[in-house]
C-alpha cells in the first residue's frame, strides 16, 4: 500500500475539513497506531491469544 506523505496528508486534512493542524495531525497519529495494530496481529499465530492480546495493549497505549 502506498501511504501519502505526512504533509500530503495533513494538507488534505485541512482541505476538506477545515480543522486545526493539531487536529489533523492527532488523527494522522491514530491512524499509524490502528495500522501498527494490524500489522501486529498479522505477525501473531491465530491461536496465540497472548500475542493479540499484547497488540491490543500497545494499541490502547497510544489511543
Not at 475539513?17 to 498479522?42: K, M, N
Amino acid at each position: 500500500m502506498i501511504r501519502p506523505s505526512s504533509p500530503e496528508l495533513l494538507e488534505r486534512c485541512l482541505l476538506r475539513s477545515g480543522s486545526d493542524p493539531l487536529c489533523c495531525e492527532e488523527r494522522e497519529h491514530r491512524w499509524d497506531a490502528v495500522e501498527s495494530y494490524f500489522i501486529c496481529l498479522e505477525s501473531c499465530d491465530l491461536r496465540d491469544r497472548s500475542c493479540s492480546d499484547q497488540c491490543v495493549e500497545v494499541l490502547r497505549g497510544v489511543s
